[in-house]
């Protein structure tokens, strides 16, 4: 099993993110009910593996984070969500 | 972390980033408002609507196209609010603003080409809109209301000496206003 997927935290952004297009910073952290530090060190982890693309732009003068799930990233969450369902049978 | 966990985990997330649909509801409901209410204001004051050669094209253009500028704000701040656009939503929102091209080229071209009005171009592409987002997002009473709008357009081309405003009305009314209201009173659940 994707050992990156293992974590609680990612596994809750990998999921929030399959059936978007994007999703910002703020509603990634009420899905995943942790703190900004937290969240931004998942994101990057996932970020340098290429699981997610994260944008970052301005929206009403404030920074605002964009984060999309990437090809590779669905790909491994299908494969994380398979070998979970056959380990579950 | 057990299995059954990580799929609790996984089924939250989900269901945390669904569609909203009651933005959706809320434009349908603005737009059949709109449009029904121009329509009676042009049935009933005909004199106002048409008191010189372009006044009425100006009545029909500048009306939606500040309605327009309302719904594209309303939607950059209902979607900055929510926080993500799901593929479904983007999907419609492509749609409606295709639409939205096509009923600018309708007006356009009735006016280079000298036409009366493009009510019926613009009604049937309306339609189609409907019927495809009501499709996509399986809500039959948008689907429904767009069949209903298309056989009205059907309709003229067979009765051609029927009224376009009260058409507008009552093509509106059944293709935009009540599915919206039915839309925007969805409860959507879990």
């Given at each position: 099993m994707d050992k990156l997927l293992l974590n609680p935290i990612r596994l809750k952004i990998i999921s929030s993110l399959l059936g978007v297009s994007s999703c910002d910073f703020n509603h990634l952290q009420k899905v995943t009910e942790s703190s900004k530090g937290n969240l931004s060190v998942q994101l990057k982890k996932l970020e340098e593996s290429n699981y997610i693309s994260i944008s970052k732009s301005f929206k009403n003068n404030y920074p605002n984070t964009s984060c999309s799930i990437t090809k590779l990233g669905s790909k491994r969450f299908e494969e994380f969500f398979k070998s979970l369902m056959s380990l579950r049978k | 972390m057990t299995k059954e966990e990580q799929i609790k985990i996984i089924n939250d997330a989900i269901i945390q980033t669904k569609t909203s649909l009651k933005p959706l509801g809320y434009n349908l409901l603005f737009w059949g408002i709109l449009i029904i209410s121009m329509s009676l204001f042009h049935y009933f004051f005909p004199e106002l609507v048409q008191f010189s050669n372009y006044s009425s094209l100006v009545y029909w253009i500048a009306i939606p196209v500040i309605g327009m500028i309302y719904t594209t704000y309303y939607n950059i701040k209902t979607g900055h609010k929510i926080g993500y656009e799901t593929q479904l939503g983007r999907v419609v929102k492509i749609i409606w603003a295709v639409f939205g091209l096509s009923w600018l080229l309708h007006v356009a071209i009735s006016l280079i080409k000298g036409i009366n009005s493009p009510t019926l171009e613009i009604l049937f592409s309306l339609a189609i809109a409907l019927v495809m987002t009501g499709l996509i997002i399986k809500f039959k009473n948008i689907t429904i209301g767009g069949l209903l709008l298309l056989a009205f357009v059907v309709y003229n081309h067979v009765?051609?000496?029927?009224n376009f405003l009260l058409m507008n009305v009552y093509g509106i009314a059944f293709g935009m206003l009540i599915p919206g209201i039915s839309l925007y009173r969805f409860k959507e659940t879990k």
């Open positions: - | 009765s051609p000496g029927l």
